[in-house]
């Protein structure tokens, strides 16, 4: 029995959720992963799984084997890294995840600038609005926006943006322009699920405030959109308006009652030591992305 290579089949199980789910990530035949699980079993001679027609569920033994597996893999992994000189010059995959928006906007330039200078390295980046985690989603850095109530992990502050309030100069023009949250009452709203308030709006003083929405969407660029052809007043996050500000189609209010701003991060996981990769690409990518959000 390969029994590393069961391992590592046993934790994409875990990971993924089923065996189906593991066999497309790993690109390996349904049978062959199933396989490999209950040769660990009978090698263990202890159940990993308890196994249902509804959901897949670790044992008390495969919740202490898990623990172990991910241990001895990622010694091996690191192994592997110094002796293939990853430690001493940045090379490999760097594996990393933003939110959509941020990271098409500021985290792409940043990372194509750096590709230029490293040609060694190769950068899978996943753009995504949930927060993804990087151990079992195998990846090397993250950009959070927000607190990081997580101690495993390790930040890098970037910078702070802020939740502002906007709208087209033409809706302003024609329905005046609010001069604190309790005006709101008398305006219409653009507000999406996406910012987790989508009817009640909070500032940096006194309570939540019910707002009225004329065209709640699932996404910040469609309520920017809305913003800018004149719905109403929209709720999103400095960085996904800077362009429409500076360009003039749309304008912020409230400011002086802003909440405060959230602070950026750049996320890794607490190592013993870091790659030469992830090390280059942090040197390089704090200052720059530091500058932008300035």
Not at 146 to 157: C, I, K, W, Y
Not at 166 to 184: F, I, Q
Not at 248 to 267: C, D, H, M, N, Q
Not at 272 to 281: E, G, I, P, V
Request: net charge positive; with cysteine.
């Amino acid at each position: 029995m390969d029994r590393l290579g069961s391992m590592s089949v046993f934790v994409a199980v875990t990971s993924a959720g089923s065996f189906s789910a593991a066999s497309r990530q790993l690109r390996m035949p349904l049978p062959t992963v199933s396989r490999r699980v209950s040769d660990l079993e009978s090698h263990l001679k202890a159940k990993l799984f308890v196994r249902s027609t509804r959901k897949l569920a670790l044992t008390d033994a495969g919740q202490a084997y898990l623990v172990a597996c991910k241990r001895v893999l990622e010694q091996i992994a690191e192994a592997e890294r110094g002796a293939s000189g990853q430690y001493n010059v940045p090379q490999g995959e760097l594996f990393l995840t933003a939110p959509i928006v941020f990271g098409r906007l500021h985290v792409l330039p940043v990372v194509t600038e750096f590709l230029r200078t490293h040609p060694q390295v190769d950068v899978r980046m996943m753009l995504a609005d949930r927060a993804l985690n990087l151990v079992d989603d195998h990846l090397d850095l993250a950009v959070r926006i927000g607190a990081l109530p997580d101690s495993s992990l390790v930040g890098t502050r970037i910078g702070q943006i802020r939740r502002v309030v906007c709208a087209s100069p033409a809706y302003l023009a024609g329905h005046g322009v609010p001069r604190s949250p309790a005006d709101l009452s008398g305006h219409v709203c653009v507000t999406f699920t996406g910012a987790g308030e989508t009817d009640s709006w909070k500032f940096s003083a006194g309570p939540s405030v019910r707002v009225h929405a004329r065209l709640a969407v699932n996404t910040a660029e469609a309520a920017i959109e809305g913003a800018i052809a004149g719905v109403g007043l929209t709720r999103v996050l400095s960085y996904q308006v800077a362009d429409e500000v500076a360009a003039g189609r749309l304008v912020v209010v409230l400011r002086k009652f802003e909440p405060e701003p959230s602070p950026v991060s750049l996320v890794r996981v607490q190592e013993r030591r870091l790659t030469a990769k992830l090390r280059a690409f942090l040197d390089f990518a704090a200052p720059k992305l530091r500058e932008r959000l300035t």
